[in-house]
């Protein structure tokens, strides 16, 4: 079983930068892909960006695509996604989540077995 805790999260202007950090437990990390989703109030949860269980490939939303960057260090057993040009739609709860079903990562959230419980992401304009 995997325990996954975010952190990073914060106020920023719009064209601004934030690391946000996602921390897990056990001994496994490394055999499992992880994602970042994200969800804005009113809507529904939706796929940031996974990366696959060695770190090798990674896989956007098109929303991010250029400006976010998924990285993991399985040493570590965290998993980061860097967060620049940041846009006022970039608003919302960001989780990251874990699975095992698909080392290679998923965009899909019923693929992921483990989820943290979120970080608040502000985007100002």
């Known amino acids: 079983q995997v325990q996954l805790v975010e952190s990073g999260g914060g106020l920023v202007q719009a064209g601004g930068s934030l690391r946000l950090s996602c921390a897990a437990s056990g001994r496994t990390f490394g055999s499992y892909a992880m994602g970042w989703f994200r969800q804005a109030p009113g809507k529904e949860r939706e796929f940031v960006a996974t990366?696959?269980?060695?770190?090798?490939?990674?896989y956007y939303a098109d929303s991010v695509k250029g400006r976010f960057i998924i990285s993991r260090d399985n040493a570590k057993k965290t998993v980061y996604l860097q967060m620049n040009s940041l846009k006022p739609e970039d608003t919302a709860v960001y989780y990251c989540?874990?699975?095992?079903?698909?080392?290679?990562?998923?965009?899909?959230?019923?693929?992921?077995?483990?989820w943290g419980r979120g970080t608040q992401v502000t985007v100002s304009s």
């Open positions: 989540a874990a699975t095992r079903r698909i080392l290679g990562g998923s965009s899909s959230f019923n693929e992921y077995d483990y």
């Open positions: 990366v696959s269980w060695s770190g090798g490939s990674t």
